[in-house]
């Protein structure tokens, strides 16, 4: 069975502390991806990756960095946590432009 | 800009009764995807029709588009009450393999 893990399903961390965010595939997917999500807003691009140490930025990168030093694993970080990101962060993996598939979630709020 | 606007924001129905959400977007496609997502959950992907098909089934699914109003329709046929979710359209165009999201129909089925 196909699977995107994500490190945490639920996170509170502090204003300023740096978060990061961690999504595995087993699917061996060159594209891997990370939205957020915000009620009355829908999934919002943050950044994705199209292969290991590619990144593009998404509709909203501003405040996020990412990593992906391996083909199975894409990190977000928040370099400097502000509240305005307390928020649902979705990590999906594809294949081409197939379908994505997505992990369970992180709810992040930052205090 | 969000592309893929899914239409009504929230429905409400009975249990057997048909459903349909409706999504409309802007600029030109490759394929256009559905996806379920349960609360708080992540999401699942449902079908995808690519820019040259007109109809596509799987199940109780039915999907259309139509490129020249350039909208589509999701049509959940005999509804339970495990189809209450939100369902979002995405947009997929271009090389990247990015699928641009809408904001999500909300449906509930009432037992």
């Known amino acids: 069975d196909v699977k995107v893990t994500q490190s945490s399903r639920y996170l509170v961390k502090r204003t300023g502390e740096k978060v990061f965010l961690e999504c595995v595939q087993d699917?061996?997917?060159?594209?891997m991806f990370w939205y957020r999500q915000d009620p009355g807003l829908g999934l919002r691009l943050i950044y994705f990756?199209?292969?290991?140490?590619?990144?593009e930025k998404g509709d909203i990168p501003e405040g996020y960095s990412v990593s992906r030093e391996k083909k199975e694993r894409f990190s977000l970080i928040l370099e400097s946590a502000s509240t305005n990101q307390t928020s649902m962060y979705l990590c999906?993996?594809?294949?081409?432009?197939?379908?994505?598939?997505f992990g369970p979630g992180t709810r992040l709020t930052v205090l | 800009s969000q592309q893929g606007e899914e239409d009504p924001q929230a429905l409400s129905i009975q249990e057997g009764e048909n459903a349909t959400m409706n999504c409309s977007y802007k600029?030109?496609?490759?394929?256009l995807q559905w996806y379920r997502q349960n609360s708080g959950r992540g999401l699942v992907h449902l079908i995808l029709?690519?820019?040259?098909?007109r109809e596509k089934h799987s199940g109780r699914l039915r999907v259309t588009l139509d490129t020249s109003k350039k909208s589509s329709s999701l049509l959940i046929t005999a509804s339970r009450a495990a189809d209450t979710a939100s369902y979002f359209c995405?947009?997929?165009?271009?090389?990247?393999?990015?699928?641009?999201f809408g904001k999500g129909t909300l449906l509930t089925v009432n037992p």
């Open positions: 999906a993996s594809s294949f081409q432009s197939n379908e994505q598939f």
């Open positions: 699917m061996d997917h060159e594209n």
């Open positions: 990756s199209y292969d290991v140490k590619m990144k």
């Open positions: 600029t030109s496609i490759n394929n």
């Open positions: 029709i690519r820019s040259n098909e």
């Open positions: 995405a947009k997929g165009g271009g090389s990247n393999y990015k699928l641009t």
